[in-house]
């Protein structure tokens, strides 16, 4: 027997709020409950993300090494400031009970190179989502509310350095009024990476 109940009780959801999310009628989640019917593979990950659990814990049959899956957010640029996209790319990748326990978190499709060798086009870069980083952090700064980047946290005395890896790429430094006026935040440290092997 499944337990989408006891999970939805548990993040305090009414059926109908559940429903929404899933992008199913209430009467869906009445019947997964129940146990007359199991949701499609899609909803069952996207279950799995609303619940920050594994597929195998939703369905009853979890063990404590089952991965838990998380949303592809977008794109970040390993390069100058651009926009990050805030919808889903219908992608999940998975991560482990015990990171997933430590914080919450995304993933991030890489772009641009100028993280290279250590990230590389492509690359998709699980983020804990937090809005403080220390020095040396791999980090998602935010310029404003919109232009985002993937680099290497300096933190110096005037100000801070966002640094690329990649010498042919300019690093961002921005002084202490530049950080308070623009602003410039951090949306998240970088923690994990996956890379398809071609």
Not at 133 to 150: F, H, K
Request: net charge negative; aromatic share 8%.
């Amino acid at each position: 027997m499944n337990k989408i109940k006891e999970f939805r009780k548990q993040a305090h959801l009414s059926q109908l709020e559940l429903a929404e999310l899933c992008g199913v009628h209430q009467t869906a989640v009445s019947q997964w409950e129940q146990g007359r019917t199991n949701p499609d593979t899609d909803t069952l990950v996207a279950l799995a993300h609303i619940f920050h659990t594994s597929l195998g814990s939703i369905l009853g049959l979890d063990t404590p090494d089952d991965p838990v899956m998380v949303a592809v957010k977008g794109f970040v640029r390993a390069g100058e400031m651009t926009f990050i996209e805030d919808e889903d790319v219908c992608e999940f990748a998975a991560i482990s009970p015990e990171l997933a326990r430590r914080g919450e978190y995304c993933a991030l499709k890489v772009r641009g190179s100028s993280m290279y060798p250590m990230f590389q086009d492509g690359d998709t870069v699980i983020v804990r989502m937090q809005n403080t980083a220390e020095d040396n952090d791999i980090v998602v700064a935010l310029e404003g509310r919109e232009n985002a980047t993937l680099k290497r946290l300096k933190i110096q005395k005037n100000g801070i350095l966002l640094m690329a890896e990649n010498p042919e790429y300019e690093s961002l430094f921005y002084t202490k009024e530049q950080v308070a006026r623009l602003p410039v935040t951090f949306f998240g440290k970088a923690v994990e990476i996956r890379r398809e092997i071609h």
